[in-house]
């Protein structure tokens, strides 16, 4: 997902804080206290760290994410619901900043 030539830049730690952040999340519980932090580090990977050839793996990665993410799993093990819960809120801003991005540039 990173830029090859970027090395491990604010985009990439973005993405590794977020994905601390929801794994934490699933263990302590309460999701909704972290969604802002989620959704600002999940633009912030949307913008700097998803490239023009990279966008349309990302954007369907992302779907199945969304679509895992609306399931009940809690049912196979407790955490893991909160967890692609909070995935969810990372993934969906970063999904929306690369869809308008390839948008733009097609219509270029």
Known sequence: MAKKNSG????WWAFIVGLVITVIT?????PEAWAWILVVLGLVVGYLNVSDREATSFLI???ALMLAGSTSLEILWAP???ILS????????????????????AAK
């Open 8 to 11: 491990q830049g604010l985009g």
């Open 80 to 82: 893991l619901g909160s």
């Open 61 to 63: 990665a992302a779907v």
């Open 86 to 105: 909070s995935l969810v809120v990372l993934v969906t801003p970063a999904a929306i900043i690369v869809g308008i991005k390839t948008v733009y540039e």
């Open 26 to 30: 699933g263990f302590i519980g309460n």
